[in-house]
Structures are given as structure tokens and as C-alpha cells.
């Protein structure tokens, strides 16, 4: 908003009020030239994070330091109080936990129980987001989901997108939370979706170079028997 005042009554007229007018028209359109030029800046450097980020994964293949290796660049492309990669197993229903990033701070690599959103984005192959968890319980019970297991919890944005393999079965996800509702939007989720699609080609084929690697090594064993 633009505005000008003077105590003095009828001090403007109508040639003030086409000047303002002007100054505002002009105002806004240098406004909305710097908002899209920071938007092209913004975006320019989050694609070459993205850009980065496959970079590391072709380097770090097949190793174990791939996942810390990627800390940095996901901390820096995503606002979250909490980042988690990891691969499902579907038959103990359990959460393979490959990176797990609380606060900042790289957590111990762990097998767990998913929680909820996590297993119905890994069940349903889907992709979720709850902008305030705590403010959704509609939303989550028509999900089949209760709305009380979130309430006792500091999380209030929520996003998963699933992880899957070339064959498009879901072989876990990666999620984000956040400490504060609305934490993340529309442009959050299309880069969770990007790097999500690059960390499925990267897992999908260390699964597939660790299964070539135990059929040699079974082969070399019958050949020594």
C-alpha cells in the first residue's frame, strides 16, 4: 500500500491523485519484477543442489557413506526439523532407516516400526502432505488414520513421497516434519518429488548390485565345492 496525508482538509486534488496513482503503478511493478527475479534466483540455486545431489549419489554408489555424504545439500534444500530416507520391509513391517536428520544433527542408522503416514505412503505408493497436523483430524480419519497419535507429538507439517523401484513397486520413502504448521508448500512437495526419483534410482540400484553380488558369490561357492 502506498498512502500520503497532511492535516491541512482538500489539500489534494485530482492531479495528486493520478500522481499517486503513477508512483503506484510504478512501485508495484518494480515490486513484482524484484519477487520474480528472487523466485528465478531461488529456483536456479535449488536446481543445482538437485544437480549436486546426483552428482553424489554417481560418486558415492554402492558405498555406505553414500547417505551422510547427501546431509548437507538435503539440510540446504529442505527447512525440516526432521529428514528421514529409508527402505521398507514389507514383510516385518519395518522402516529400514538409511539417513535420519533431526535438528540439523545426523542420527544413528536404525530398523523401526514406521510410523502411520509413513506406512500408508509405503502401503499406497502415494505422496502426503498435511500442512498442520494437529489441525486435521478430518482429514486423517478419512484416511483411516486417528488423529490422537499426532496430538501428544511437537509435529505439525508433515510430507512423504514414495520411494519405488524401476518395476514401480515402493521400497520406502523419504519424509520431512516440521516443528511448526505450514512449514511447507507446493514448491516443497515438487522438490521432495524430484530428489525422491533420484534417491529410488540410487537405492533400486544398490539393491540390484547387492543381489548381482550374492548371486557371484553363491556361484564361485558351488564352483569350489
Not at 131 to 160: C, I, K, V
Not at 169 to 183: K, M, V, W, Y
Request: charged share 20%.
Amino acid at each position: 500500500v502506498m498512502c500520503i496525508e497532511r492535516d491541512e482538509p482538500h489539500a489534494f486534488g485530482e492531479n495528486d491523485l493520478q500522481m499517486m496513482l503513477a508512483l503506484a503503478n510504478s512501485a508495484a511493478f518494480a515490486v513484482e519484477n524484484n519477487r520474480l527475479l528472487n523466485s528465478t534466483t531461488e529456483r536456479i540455486h535449488e536446481l543445482a543442489v538437485i544437480n549436486e545431489i546426483s552428482h553424489i549419489m554417481n560418486q558415492n554408489f554402492g558405498q555406505e557413506n553414500l547417505w551422510n555424504a547427501l546431509t548437507p545439500q538435503l539440510s540446504e534444500l529442505f527447512d525440516a526439523s526432521q529428514i528421514i530416507i529409508g527402505l521398507y520391509r514389507r514383510e516385518q513391517e519395518l522402516l529400514d532407516v538409511k539417513l535420519r536428520v533431526d535438528y540439523g544433527v545426523v542420527v544413528s542408522a536404525v530398523q523401526e516400526r514406521p510410523d502411520s503416514l509413513s506406512k500408508m505412503v509405503m502401503r499406497n505408493g502415494i505422496t502426503l502432505f498435511f500442512p498442520d497436523l494437529q489441525n486435521e483430524g478430518d482429514r486423517l480419519e478419512s484416511l483411516g488414520l486417528r488423529p490422537y497419535e499426532f496430538q501428544a507429538t511437537d509435529m505439525h507439517s508433515w510430507m512423504g513421497a514414495p520411494l519405488k523401484s524401476r518395476n514401480n513397486e515402493t521400497i520406502g520413502l523419504i519424509s520431512l516434519q516440521h516443528d511448526f504448521p505450514h512449514a511447507f508448500d507446493d514448491d516443497t512437495l515438487s522438490l521432495l518429488t524430484t530428489v525422491s526419483a533420484q534417491v529410488s534410482m540410487a537405492l533400486d540400484s544398490a539393491r540390484l548390485l547387492e543381489s548381482e553380488q550374492q548371486r557371484r558369490q553363491l556361484a564361485d561357492s558351488l564352483m569350489n565345492i
